[in-house]
DNA sequence: ATGCTTATAATTGTATGCAATACTGCTTTT
DNA sequence: AAAAGCAGTATTGCATACAATTATAAGCAT
């Protein structure tokens, strides 16, 4: 039993594209020509690899142009602070019906990522800390019982993964939202929805500010 | 200058399905063969067909299980429930931009909107009624500003429209829904977002009392 | 009859080849 | 010198052929 854990070879190109896009292997704006690609690929042919690129496509990765190929989906600003709305938005709604459903064993899983979180944070383990950030957000909206918002939460998520990813790198900005998920926690914790909704709120509104400016810098720089 | 408005094959090919779809064409549970479908659309490889395919399975309209094929998606109830909390949801968020955004202009052209469903009502054109009151759901959102938002709303209205559509039927639902869009309006022509975003959720809620059901028979009756 | 095995057919998954379109660099024209 | 025209090249779009998998049916055993 080898390690072939996506059946079709489609799915494999899809998460393993998805993964290359939202790691920032491939950067927002990149041509992703489907010849060069499938080379990268064990044996893979440009039919899955191009059914691979609708599928990321359709999820806002990719941006197509007919007769003209493939490149990461580049935003602008006012694109992400769209998407971003529309995520605040959607984990809002969630947190009233996670504070209404969360079990006692979830809570404890929960504030066993934050844990793990506040180590990677005293141990500078950037990338851990971001990881488990994203993990958080993303198991509070899961645990709201909503696997449809769930999902397209987390299709968002992904999409600007690799603007807000430069916010975190200011140690200052850091350090602060790591005290705000402390209150998000207990909010949740105290299953008090009105209040984790305003928590969760302010806490992307902050962590935006920081990020807007760093994000503006990239972009003019092409 | 010929018909042919969708430029690539599997454009051609998405679009048609996906309207084959959200009309009942192809109702919940169905089975979507590649060669039956390829044949029926003139001139269509299954290639271009098979990326369709994902790319509706990605918008949630198809179910696609390896090696087995295409089924249209079958919501259960809860399901259901979700996705449409979720379209409300994202409704509400727009609703208070949409009372900050909107123009008169606008204004004016959700009122005629209004009015062509009054006469639809009047003149007993279901079809019509239902299509302008979807319209004029999507209008609201779009004037809010946000394409994202506004894209995810139109793609999860469209998943559920098929069990949306039994509870139309009703006639003195259907009535009513009229009285409440004219509140609806009249909250947006007052540029009060808290208020129309009480009375968009009442809606809906109210819509789904009836629909609710309706649905139910007709899952039970497969 | 029911359940299991096996052979056959049907359907999906993938690779490849060809046609259509867009890009590149050069020549030509003004 | 700048713009337009024009091969030649590269890349995408599509159809087809083949491989892999699953559904179907017939035969056999219990």
New interface residues.
């Given amino acids: 039993m080898s390690g072939d854990k996506h ?2 070879r ?2 494999l190109a899809t998460t393993r594209l998805r993964q290359m896009i939202t790691a920032g292997d491939l950067r927002p704006g990149q041509r992703v020509a489907e010849r060069e690609i499938a080379e990268q690929l064990p044996g893979l042919s440009r ?1 899955p690899l ?2 691979a690129l ?2 990321l ?4 990765l990719l941006t197509l142009s ?2 003209r190929g493939a490149t990461v989906t580049m935003l602008s600003m006012a ?1 992400v602070e ?2 971003l ?2 995520t605040v ?2 984990e809002s ?1 969630a947190a009233e019906h996670a504070c209404m459903r969360v079990s006692d064993a979830e809570i404890a899983e929960i504030g066993a990522l934050q844990q793990k979180m506040r180590e990677a944070f005293h141990e500078n383990r950037l990338m851990d800390y971001f990881e488990i950030n994203q993990l958080i957000h993303q198991r509070i909206v899961e645990v709201a019982g ?4 769930a999902r ?1 939460h987390a299709t ?1 998520c992904a999409r600007i993964k690799p603007y807000r990813y430069a916010g975190n790198r200011r140690h200052e900005r850091w350090e602060r939202a790591l005290a705000e998920h402390e209150q998000i926690f207990m909010a949740l914790q105290d299953r008090n929805g009105a209040l984790l909704r305003e928590m969760l709120s302010a806490h992307h509104r902050n962590g935006w500010k920081v990020t807007k400016s760093l994000v503006e810098q990239e972009l003019s720089r092409t």
Same sequence: chains 1, 2.
């Fill in positions: 059946g079709t489609t799915q039919t191009r059914e609708k599928i496509a359709t999820e806002g007919p007769n694109e769209d998407v709305e529309l938005g959607l709604l909503n696997r449809e918002l397209i968002q």
